[in-house]
């Protein structure tokens, strides 16, 4: 079946300008995540969905990161006014539950260049 | 202190040894343990999960964790030059629905 699916898989955008990220998680699949993994770093969590649950943003580097997810599925990253720090990949992962044994299944990432 | 820590390596073996990779967490709240492997350029995949304290093995690959310790591992045996790769090692914490994950631990299988 299909896997988790991110658009575009490159983005280079100019110092200042909003950039939106995309993700279509695993059908049924309800929980879903959003990562970023800066060159030969580990994956740093941004966010997360479960359900009609609050989100959990508590990853968030700054007010200018923000996420939603639309009808329990697909997922939009926005950030405002990119900084040279926001280059990064942006991976989006979804599982079929959480708890204990919840596996993620990731996307291929979004790279992100901001000049 | 980092919640999940992990030597960044690079572990260098020999083709058909054993590869040990090891991880430490800091939140004795954590519950799940997770391997993923990640080749370069590639996202992570998972290899195998834990949540109990003991051994758990999935053909060449076994996972030990030490909740006292706060210690995981994961073993590879007959280790191969395909298995070069990023080893990312994730805590959920109890009450989280969260992957926290380390750095990784990038593994060399020598021919």
């Known amino acids: 079946g299909a896997g988790v699916s991110q658009s575009p898989s490159n983005k280079v955008t100019e110092k200042g300008k909003d950039v939106e990220l995309r993700c279509d998680p695993i059908?049924?699949?309800?929980?879903l995540y959003w990562y970023r993994q800066s060159l030969g770093q580990g994956l740093e969590f941004l966010i997360y969905?479960?359900?009609?649950?609050?989100?959990?943003k508590s990853g968030l580097p700054s007010d200018r990161f923000s996420a939603e997810r639309t009808g329990g599925s697909v997922s939009t990253l926005t950030i405002q006014r990119t900084q040279q720090e926001d280059s990064a990949v942006y991976l989006c992962?979804?599982?079929?539950?959480?708890?204990?044994?919840?596996?993620?299944?990731f996307g291929n990432g979004t790279r992100l260049t901001v000049t | 202190q980092k919640e999940v820590e992990q030597n960044s390596g690079p572990l260098s073996v020999p083709e058909g040894a054993i590869a040990s990779l090891n991880c430490t967490y800091s939140?004795?709240?954590?519950?799940?343990f997770f391997w993923y492997r990640q080749y370069s350029g590639k996202s992570p995949e998972l290899i195998m999960f834990?949540?109990?304290?003991g051994d758990k093995e999935d053909g060449r690959f076994t996972a030990q964790l030490n909740k006292a310790s706060q210690y995981v591992s994961l073993l590879i045996r007959d280790s191969q030059p395909s298995d070069s790769a990023t080893y990312l090692c994730?805590?959920?914490?109890?009450?989280?629905?969260?992957?926290?994950f380390g750095k990784g631990t990038k593994l060399s299988v020598k021919p």
């Open positions: 834990i949540y109990s304290n």
């Open positions: 969905f479960q359900g009609n649950s609050a989100p959990d």
């Open positions: 059908s049924g699949h309800t929980a």
């Open positions: 939140d004795r709240g954590s519950q799940s």
């Open positions: 992962a979804s599982s079929p539950w959480t708890g204990e044994s919840s596996p993620l299944h």
């Open positions: 994730a805590v959920i914490r109890y009450g989280q629905g969260n992957l926290i």
